[in-house]
């Protein structure tokens, strides 16, 4: 049955938002990666990455907002620090020291995380009944693995 946020049981909005802050975590650490590289990128490719980078970035920053608010619609808290987050994400952050081919198979790695772990955290939802949160990791999930597949095509 397709519930509201209000109309899901105590445990259940804590088990998706556990889930969705996981899928904060790992998108505010891909944020700052593709941000780093960003701003450290060189070569040949430099001009197309430094603009794919800032494209990821960006989105990131809006999908952290939006995960982080649907927690908060279901009455849970959503992690804000930074030490919590590194703690818990899977991808994790870089110096900035690597070649344009590291930097894109890394962040490529992070985008199919992401995408994992919002098909993860989607899934928690459908179990829930919880659509809205679902459709959320859906689309979401659906941009990092765009984001994975324009990376393989830089290194194919």
Same mark, same amino acid.
């Given at each position: 049955?397709?519930?509201? /946020?209000?109309?899901? *049981? ?13 899928? $904060?975590?790992?998108?505010? $650490?891909?944020?700052?990666?593709? &941000?780093?590289?960003? @701003?450290?990128?060189? #070569? ?5 990455? !430094? ?8 989105? !990131?920053? $809006? ?19 930074? *030490? #919590?987050?590194?703690?818990? *994400?899977? $991808?994790?952050? !870089?110096?900035?020291?690597? *070649? ?7 962040? &490529?790695?992070? &985008? ?8 993860? /955290? ?19 999930? &659906?941009? !990092?693995?765009?984001?994975? @597949? ?7």
């Amino acid at each position: 049955m397709t519930q509201t /946020a209000v109309a899901l *049981s105590t445990d259940a909005r804590a088990a998706i938002a556990e889930a969705l802050n996981q899928s $904060v975590a790992e998108t505010a $650490v891909t944020t700052m990666l593709a &941000q780093n590289f960003h @701003w450290n990128v060189k #070569g040949m490719a430099f001009g197309p990455l !430094h603009d794919l980078f800032q494209k990821m970035y960006e989105d !990131h920053f $809006v999908a952290q907002d939006d995960l982080a608010e649907r927690i908060r619609a279901l009455d849970e808290h959503a992690e804000g620090t930074l *030490s #919590g987050m590194l703690a818990r *994400s899977k $991808v994790k952050e !870089h110096d900035g020291h690597a *070649s344009d081919k590291e930097m894109i198979k890394m962040m &490529q790695d992070a &985008q199919e995380t992401l995408a994992a772990t919002l098909a993860g /955290a989607g899934q928690v939802a459908a179990e829930a009944g919880d659509t809205l949160t679902e459709d959320l990791c859906i689309a979401r999930g &659906q941009e !990092h693995e765009k984001f994975a @597949w324009f990376l393989r095509a830089h290194l194919a």
